[in-house]
């Protein structure tokens, strides 16, 4: 076991991750601990956009932006903090910009930007333009601006680190952040980095579906790792459904296409967006579109032999603007489905895409340990995180503004705090939680695969906890989850080596993706309402009385060692809006 100190340890090199570094480096001996290397983070394949009211193109301010943020997030949303996002948006853009990202331009020059999901003017009056992009490599040019500024600034990185554990110890009785505990990837080796502030930017958690745009690495390896020590969940139960993922395939087809004037059409071919949301149609928030697009699917207007999924229709638009705006998502087309978009539809269907949920956070990205503590040398930011910003849904092209500005803020707040902080002493044997989940692993003769568990927990997410929910299938998921975990513990892996032993790291990702799983249904469980991408049949209408308020997800482990989860919930913070009925 090797022993490492520094003033911060960033965990997860993705946009939040370095876009805290630059500014952590600046001011603290920091070091950035990633499972990949850096440039293959899933930033890197967002595509769209980023928002930002920067009124380029046509008349738009912040406090439009702010609103739609809010009513996109049903009501769910922390309003101050929505509001620094949408105002500290405008210098977020301007900074990439400086930092030498190549934005699409205006004929006059200008950073161009383009309509996406739920973003209007004046309160929702029509579309707006305000999605900020690189062609539909967005994510792409900012994570390699990101990292180019990075290496200028001298980050410190190790690459393939895998952080298994966090160090959370009890001074005077506050439970502060001592470091982490890795796992090196080349060596097998175990690493523990000491240091005074600790920001988890580790990213999302959507490979519990099996439907899905997200890489295979985002299996919610920070919100465990916290979770697992006493930290809370919010919102766990919110899980955004992406209107056009590839058929079958879940590979994402940007909002953009549809900001470009792409139309979702049934199989008789009728614009049916215009029935569920008359104002902004194909540009509704995510949420009433994926459930428009399964309501045509219910009702026998599905499209194919099995009428199980619908039509993304460019074929109206000049093959010249898809060749210079959409040049990757048609390409996907082509590729993976042979289908040439100039001339056919392209078969989608809803596809799981972001995690609204994750580790509680105040705006400075300090961890709260319940409604209101702090836990001291502890930051999270990005999608791992939940500020809220998102609430019940998270509009398009806010998400790469999330991680800019909340990374931003975190990366300043925990070098701030390293210079007042002391080294909080470490446990005893720091890494004993780690040595032993690797030595059961490697150990193991057990009977149970990863590779079965987690397709089986995949297929009954996607069964049960998708786009439509009751309470008889959340329940059905909650037993198939008690089931998996219990056949978890005989699961054994093939490979016993100690180099680039990726079947042992799949191993304790999948035991990641079973505990988050098993948040997120018992939360959506007891959510007795509808609101954002949270859709109960059986209580199909928003309840502000009982639940407009976040909920607080707990571990507890009883004195015989069962666990079990708490569940508590928290205010959510209004400043100027009073919610409405959302319509679109
Ligand atoms: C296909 C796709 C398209 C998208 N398009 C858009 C868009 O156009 N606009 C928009 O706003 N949003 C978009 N999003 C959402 C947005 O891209 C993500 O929410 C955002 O980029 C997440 O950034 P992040 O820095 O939080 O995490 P990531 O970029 O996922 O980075 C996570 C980092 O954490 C590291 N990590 C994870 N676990 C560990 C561990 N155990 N130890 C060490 N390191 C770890 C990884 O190595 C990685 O570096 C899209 C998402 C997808 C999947």
Redesign the pocket.
């Known amino acids: 076991m090797k022993i490492h100190k520094y003033d911060t340890v960033i965990?997860?090199?993705?946009?939040?991750?370095m876009r805290a570094a630059i500014e952590s480096t600046k001011r603290s001996r920091t070091a950035v601990?990633?499972?990949?290397y850096?440039t293959r983070?899933?930033?890197g394949?967002?595509?769209?956009?980023?928002a930002a009211a920067l009124a380029n193109v046509e008349e738009d301010n912040w406090e439009w932006h702010t609103f739609d943020t809010i009513k996109g997030g049903d009501y769910l949303v922390d309003q101050d903090a929505a509001e620094i996002l949408a105002k500290e948006a405008i210098d977020s853009v301007l900074d990439l910009e400086k930092m030498g990202l190549p934005f699409n331009r205006t004929p006059d020059g200008t950073i161009d930007q383009r309509r996406f999901g739920g973003h209007s003017r004046n309160h929702g009056e029509a579309p707006v333009r305000r999605s900020c992009y690189a062609a539909d490599r967005?994510?792409h040019m900012i994570l390699q601006t990101l990292y180019q500024n990075c290496v200028k600034e001298g980050v410190e990185f190790f690459n393939e680190?895998?952080?298994?554990d966090q160090l959370i110890v009890e001074v005077d009785g506050v439970k502060k952040s001592a470091g982490v505990v890795?796992y090196e990837l080349a060596t097998g080796e175990i690493h523990v980095f000491q240091a005074k502030a600790v920001i988890y930017?580790?990213?999302?958690t959507g490979k519990f579906f099996k439907v899905t745009?997200?890489a295979h690495?985002?299996t919610g390896?920070?919100q465990a790792a916290c979770y697992r020590r006493g930290i809370p969940l919010e919102d766990m139960e919110f899980f955004q459904f992406h209107p056009t993922g590839i058929w079958r395939m879940g590979i994402?087809l940007?909002e953009g296409a549809r900001g470009e004037g792409g139309i979702l059409r049934n199989k008789d071919g009728e614009r049916f967006m215009e029935k569920y949301a008359p104002v902004m149609k194909d540009l509704a928030s995510r949420d009433v579109v994926s459930r428009s697009i399964y309501t045509e699917i219910r009702e026998g207007r599905g499209c194919g032999p099995e009428g199980d999924h619908v039509y993304l229709d460019l074929t109206h638009l000049p093959p010249e603007q898809l060749d210079a705006k959409l040049p990757d998502i048609t390409e996907f087309a082509r590729t993976y489905l042979g289908i040439e978009p100039y001339t056919d539809p392209i078969p989608i269907q809803p596809t799981a895409?972001?995690a609204m949920g994750g580790i509680p956070t105040n705006v400075e990205g300090e961890v709260l340990a319940d409604n209101t503590t702090v836990v001291p040398g502890l930051y999270a930011a990005?999608?791992?995180a939940c500020v809220s910003v998102h609430g019940a849904n998270r509009l398009?092209?806010?998400?790469?503004?999330d991680?800019n500005v909340f990374g931003r803020r975190a990366g300043i707040a925990a070098a701030e705090y390293s210079h007042t902080a002391d080294y909080v002493e470490l446990p005893e044997n720091p890494a004993s939680l780690v040595e032993e989940l690797v030595e059961r692993l490697r150990d193991s003769t057990g009977t149970e695969r990863v590779a079965v568990i987690r397709n089986e927990l995949q297929e009954c997410m996607d069964a049960n906890v998708m786009v439509f929910r009751t309470e008889q299938t959340i329940k059905t998921a909650v037993e198939k989850i008690a089931e998996l975990r219990e056949r978890y513990r005989n699961v054994s892996i093939q490979d016993k080596g100690r180099r680039f032993n990726t079947d042992l790291l799949e191993a304790i990702e999948l035991g990641n993706l079973l505990d988050l799983a098993e948040v997120m249904a018992t939360s959506a469980l007891a959510r007795k309402e509808s609101r954002g991408g949270h859709y109960r049949e059986d209580f199909p209408n928003r309840d502000d009385v009982n639940f407009m308020r976040h909920t607080m997800a707990y571990r507890e482990v009883g004195d015989d060692g069962t666990e079990t989860i708490r569940l508590d919930y928290k205010p959510v913070v209004q400043t100027r809006y009073q919610p409405m009925e959302r319509k679109y």
């Not at 394949?45 to 980023?50: E, I, R, W």
């Not at 930017?201 to 999302?204: K, R, Y």
């Open positions: 965990v997860g090199a993705g946009g939040a991750g601990l990633t499972k990949l850096p983070s899933h930033t394949a967002a595509q769209g956009g980023m967005t994510g680190f895998y952080v298994l890795a930017a580790s990213g999302g745009s997200n690495t985002l390896d920070g994402l940007t895409h972001y990005g999608e791992v398009g092209t806010n998400s790469l503004l991680i």
